[in-house]
């Protein structure tokens, strides 16, 4: 049983969305998805305890030995990604039923399930496979799955923000596809660690076309500046625990895969020394730092605003990568699992804030602080976090992209990185000051939100506190997993 | 219960005052007696330590491990056993005080107001007691945090600014700065330890000693070296207890007190000798003294002009600390103390005023002296020892600076602090002439009186601590030397 494992992991998801399709009911398809989402976080821990103990793990679909079969490979960075993937639906799928409820028609309920088991299913597959035609095929489920989460959105302009993200990732899917044919074309192989082994080191144009239609695919999916458009509407008008899966989950899985095609399959030489990618991304990072939080600051609607933050947030997880060097690396993988609970917490938190008061605009946020004294200090806490206040978890990866920086006497890079939280103190403070200094405007009093949406959102917002303070679990990883990549395993 | 255990009740006992101060929200009385307890017994252990430090002993306890290879933990050694018991005595005092003075004012929100004072004196032991730069980096931040609610306290627009300049100031310099020092001497050494003789001597070529030097100055906020001294005057929107203690003690001592840390256990002594070029900052420091002065001397209103003479005051301490030498250590960590009691009595006495008469601009202050003498005579006591004129402490601390001065060579300097002295009986002695010596403005004087006993006893217990100081100083001296 066992040793299926990792082809479980997505079976599970896969036919608990069928089920939830046919079933017809809201509140049952709610109970699938819980189920499995448990389910998947149970399997994805127990991955994770596996290659810590004994390894990388590689599994064999159907008996097809690779390179010709399609190969499942999990090592610790995919293991510690899928075990993101596990914690945040667990997490989340509780907090799903009153908001969703709430926020969609009645007989859209089990279908977001569905799409939201699906999407699940894809992502969990892009992190598991060791087959690059197989991850285009997983990527496009959960792609697709997104964009109907995202226009089952309550607002209207959910169905524009979803058709753009449509085009978007349609445009990224078929660069990526573009990327593979190439690699495919010049080795004959579509398995990670058989191309590894056939890509030549040295230069050569189909190969380095390749890598080009990767990243920028890629970088349509994980919203790089300036690539990042979709983004901003689609978080902003997706139901919200949607948003907050989704910031939390599939841009750490794209530049999950970034990191793959980077960093194992074309080979850190080729990538980062023929091609000399870091001087491309570097300063693309720093210039979605900077305008992802500027554009932030000037926002009235908080999820819009939280939606730019991610855009300069996925800025320094690449940042990070694009250091190339094991504290980069490290830095890199640990912001890509931190900034999941920093704007899991946030956004869930808006979540709250939607289901009580129904919007989530700048305005409508008066005297919060006073009437959901648990919700606005969960987002405060979530700020903070954001901000990289030491004892959660944004600073202790401020510390190693910064350590990072210094390491190189890369001193704009350390700059930008400081001057990015320093902007976030700003939009986070606007917040908190319309929340706890204006009065209520509203004639009828604010609520707290329920337990059973509190409860989820605390659970976040704790772990931002846990793992910020005891970071030698998730930095012990993350470094493991940077030294995997950096010897071009 | 042994000096480690000691060691992290410290800063527990405030915390744990906090959230019992939030319990008892419904019930004033009782809310009060648990912030008397609470600090009492902070005090009481902080005291049970002072022992076992003087005794050359560093009681030392690890918290957590947070990356590896860098841990949270607490060591007191002869600097920050100073810093604690000062900040522990004035609390206590200060929580009387603050208890008369929002009850006569009838403020809101006391119970927030308690609870973060209380969360404020946990985080200011916290960095007292803490044994390395990440331990203090997060007490540091936690000071400022807990802060923000206590300066914004009146909830107004103009709290809501002050606030703003004051975080934005004060996490703007720690995240900025302070935070690259920190990683900088991290990948330089491997090590954030307070060690005695420092860890970066040898370590780096002076030019990234200066950086270095630069980075730790202007990016601990809090010590108010200017040009990044705007927060303080901002803060003074916070009611006066607040100002009081936070502001003249907890939270810009914690800043001057990081400086005096730094010199002495991160860069040592030798690090800081040429070639490495720290008189350039000894002149930034001089020139916030003066500036400061001369900014004070055109403030009207009593609290914004303590304020400009705190931030020239915590100057007298980064002289001293950037001095490197045997005597400057004397004379920084001394005016911790010193300047303590002297500032916190002129802000009670500020606040005793406001309650007494709701003045706070000076011009206003006329022929005050004759209906409130105990007010007007602590509040020429304090100005004393802020001027380092005997018989009060400050005289000490004035002496062993300029001692430190002349053996550093620095002979600009010493006219520099003349010249300081005589700003600062400028600025506050006509506070005290025009009380007792000019007529009372019309009509309005004859229904003052002293201000209620809960503020009036404080501020007379602080001013006598000043001069006891003078005739007293030996313990202080005597941790200190154990730094030599």
């Known amino acids: ?489 | 219960m042994s000096p480690e255990s000691l060691t992290l009740l410290a800063p527990s006992i405030p915390l744990l005052g906090t959230i019992l101060i939030l319990a008892a929200r419904r019930h004033p009385d009782v809310r009060e007696a648990v912030t008397l307890v609470t600090a009492v017994s902070l005090f009481a252990s902080v005291c049970a330590l002072y022992p076992v430090v003087a005794g050359g002993g560093r009681p030392r306890i690890v918290l957590l491990e947070v990356l590896p290879g860098l841990a949270l933990f607490f060591e007191v050694e002869p600097l920050g056993m100073l810093f604690a018991l000062v900040a522990s005595c004035l609390w206590i005092v200060t929580s009387v005080y603050a208890i008369g003075y929002m009850r006569a004012n009838k403020e809101r929100n006391q119970t927030r107001f308690f609870a973060f004072f209380s969360l404020s004196l946990a985080s200011a032991v916290g960095i007292a007691f803490s044994g390395n730069l990440l331990t203090l980096f997060v007490f540091y931040e936690a000071l400022t945090l807990a802060t923000y609610p206590l300066v914004t306290h009146h909830g107004t627009a103009k709290a809501k600014e002050g606030g703003r300049t004051y975080l934005g100031i004060l996490l703007a310099t720690s995240i900025g700065f302070l935070m690259v020092a920190i990683v900088w001497t991290w990948h330089l050494t491997g090590t954030l330890d307070f060690r005695s003789g420092g860890i970066l001597h040898g370590a780096a070529p002076p030019g990234v000693i200066m950086a270095l030097l630069a980075l730790y100055a202007f990016g601990t906020g809090k010590a108010a070296l200017m040009p990044f001294h705007r927060w303080l005057p901002a803060a003074m929107v916070a009611p006066t207890p607040v100002s009081a203690l936070l502001h003249a003690v907890a939270v810009v001592k914690a800043g001057v007190f990081t400086i005096l840390k730094v010199v002495v256990y991160v860069f040592g002594f030798e690090a800081l000798q040429p070639p490495v070029m720290t008189t350039w900052l000894l002149y930034v420091a001089a020139f916030t003294i003066l500036a400061a002065s001369l900014i004070a001397l055109t403030r009207d209103n009593l609290k914004a002009r303590l304020a400009y003479s705190t931030v020239s005051q915590l100057s007298y301490i980064v002289l001293a600390a950037v001095l490197a030498n045997q005597a400057g250590i004397l004379a920084g960590g001394s005016h911790i103390a010193m300047h303590a009691f002297g500032k916190i009595t002129l802000f009670f006495c500020a606040g005793a005023i406001y309650v007494a008469t709701k003045k706070t601009e000076i011009s206003t202050m006329d022929g005050l002296g004759r209906r409130m003498p105990l007010t007007f005579l602590a509040f020429f006591v304090g100005s004393l020892s802020v001027a380092g004129l005997p018989p009060t402490g400050g005289t000490w601390s004035k002496w062993y600076l300029l001692v430190g001065a002349v053996e550093g060579g620095h002979m600009v300097l010493l006219g520099v602090l003349a010249l300081s002295t005589l700003l600062n009986v400028a600025y506050l002695m006509p506070i005290v002439a025009r009380g007792f010596f000019l007529p009372a403005q019309d009509g309005w004087s004859d229904g003052i009186k002293e201000a209620p006993p809960l503020c009036l006893v404080p501020l007379c217990f602080t001013a006598v601590g000043g001069v006891a100081l003078f005739f007293f100083p030996g313990p202080i001296f005597h941790l200190l030397g154990l730094l030599l």
């Open chain 1, 1 to 489: 049983m066992s040793e299926h494992l990792p082809i479980l992991l997505v079976v599970v998801p896969l036919a608990a969305a069928a089920i939830t399709a046919v079933l017809r009911s809201g509140r049952i398809a709610w109970l699938v998805t819980l189920v499995t989402s448990w389910a998947v976080l149970g399997i994805s821990v127990s991955l994770l305890v596996q290659v810590l103990r004994d390894g990388s793990i590689r599994y064999v679909l159907g008996g097809w030995p690779p390179p010709w079969g399609i190969e499942y490979s999990i090592d610790s960075l995919s293991a510690f990604v899928l075990v993101l993937l596990g914690g945040i639906a667990a997490i989340i799928t509780p907090f799903a039923l009153r908001s969703i409820e709430r926020e969609l028609e009645r007989g859209l309920v089990h279908f977001h399930y569905s799409a939201l088991l699906l999407c699940l299913a894809g992502l969990l597959g892009m992190t598991s496979t060791g087959d690059v035609f197989n991850l285009f095929v997983f990527l496009e489920i959960s792609s697709i799955s997104a964009y109907t989460l995202i226009a089952m959105g309550p607002d209207r302009r959910a169905l524009h923000a979803a058709f753009r993200y449509l085009i978007m990732g349609s445009v990224g899917a078929t660069f990526i596809v573009i990327g593979i044919g190439m690699l495919y074309m010049m080795t004959g192989s579509l398995n990670m660690a058989d191309l590894a082994e056939l890509i030549p080191p040295e230069r050569n144009r189909t190969i380095s076309v390749a890598l080009a239609f990767l990243t920028v695919g890629i970088g349509l999916k994980l919203a790089l500046f300036p690539l990042h458009l979709w983004l901003p509407d689609a978080y902003t008008f997706a139901p919200s625990a949607v948003t907050a899966f989704l910031a939390a989950t599939a841009t750490q899985v794209a530049v999950y895969v970034l990191a793959r095609f980077l960093f194992t399959v074309f080979g850190m030489g080729f990538t980062f020394e023929v091609m000399a990618l870091d001087r491309i991304l570097i300063p693309l990072c720093l210039l979605g730092i900077l305008a992802g939080s500027m554009r932030a600051i000037h926002q009235k609607n908080v999820k819009r605003m939280l939606a730019y933050s991610s855009v300069a947030q996925i800025g320094y997880v690449v940042l990070g990568l694009s250091l190339v060097s094991l504290t980069g690396l490290t830095a890199g993988i640990l912001h890509l699992f931190n900034h999941a609970l920093m704007k899991g917490s946030l956004f869930l938190a808006m979540g709250c804030i939607m289901y009580q008061v129904g919007s989530v605009r700048l305005d409508d946020m008066r005297g919060l602080g006073r009437s959901m004294p648990w919700t606005m200090a969960a987002f405060v806490i979530g700020g903070l976090s954001l901000i990289g206040v030491p004892l959660t978890v944004g600073f202790i990866s401020k510390w190693y992209l910064v350590l990072g920086a210094v390491e190189q006497g890369r001193w704009i890079v350390a700059g930008v990185v400081l001057l990015g939280s320093l902007l976030a103190v700003i939009y986070i403070w606007r917040v908190v000051e319309v929340a706890y200094f204006e009065e209520a405007s509203g004639d009828e009093p604010v609520r707290e939100a329920p337990i059973s949406l509190l409860i989820p959102t605390w659970a976040l917002v704790l772990a931002n506190l846990y793992f910020g303070i005891d970071a030698t679990l998730t930095s012990g990883i993350a470094s493991g997993a940077a030294r995997l990549l950096m010897g071009g395993g």
